[in-house]
């Protein structure tokens, strides 16, 4: 069952008799305004243990939740959803990813600098947040970047890169980032550059866009 625990993200809880693992109560877990007191399980698999990986919540105020068990997602080594490994989180079947290519005129200005210009830009499109503007590297100022250790993860788009921006003396952390290998359905944003809305100045089409 998929289970909304907090305004963004969701969580698989599966009923206990379909658990292939030992559960073995290791005391209590935290508490949830809304599920109630939890208990704490180790999962053992062979003689292989990970501690507090499991979690019930058998007098819930929630009724759909006392017979379920959620297994905690860093505690496992992969998740599938049928034949297909997910990433990061669980899915939401109420989110979508749309990427369009589009001919607008999209330039980026940090600190009043034109660090990127393109006119074919693709327009990633996502449930909840702010368009992005995905660009070319050639159509960047490529030597404005300089690449960080940061890295994200995203269940729809797959693992990004990042970019802080340098405009003379000041450094910009982690400005723009990319994903050079997109999962399958966000592929046509393979290796381009987005910037954060939020940070720097976007102009399409000469408007300056207001910053999310």
């Known amino acids: 069952m998929l289970v909304w625990e907090g305004t963004h993200y969701l969580a698989y809880y599966i009923p206990v008799e379909d658990v292939r693992a030992d559960l073995i109560e290791n005391g209590a877990g935290r508490r949830s305004p809304s599920r109630g007191d939890a208990v704490s399980y180790i999962v053992k698999v062979g003689d292989t243990e990970a501690k507090d990986a499991a979690i019930r919540y058998p007098d819930s105020p929630v009724e759909e939740l006392r017979g379920l068990v959620r297994l905690d997602w860093d505690a496992m080594d992969a998740w599938f959803e049928e034949d297909q490994e997910v990433f990061v989180h669980p899915r939401s079947p109420h989110h979508r990813v749309d990427i369009l290519p589009s001919s607008r ?39 404005l970047l300089e690449h960080t ?4 993860g995203c269940p729809y788009k797959g693992t990004a890169e990042y970019w802080s921006v340098r405009i003379g003396d000041a450094v910009h952390k982690d400005f ?11 592929r046509d944003i393979a290796g381009l550059i987005s910037f954060y809305n939020e940070r720097v100045d976007i102009y399409v089409d000469g408007v300056l866009q207001e910053r999310p």
């Open 149 to 152: 250790d940061t890295s994200t």
């Open 105 to 143: 005129r999209v330039r980026v200005e940090v600190d009043g600098v034109t660090v990127a210009e393109s006119g074919s830009p693709r327009m990633l499109f996502e449930t909840g947040l702010p368009v992005r503007y995905y660009l070319p590297k050639t159509h960047v100022r490529m030597d």
């Open 176 to 186: 723009a980032w990319s994903y050079p290998t997109p999962l399958p359905e966000s």
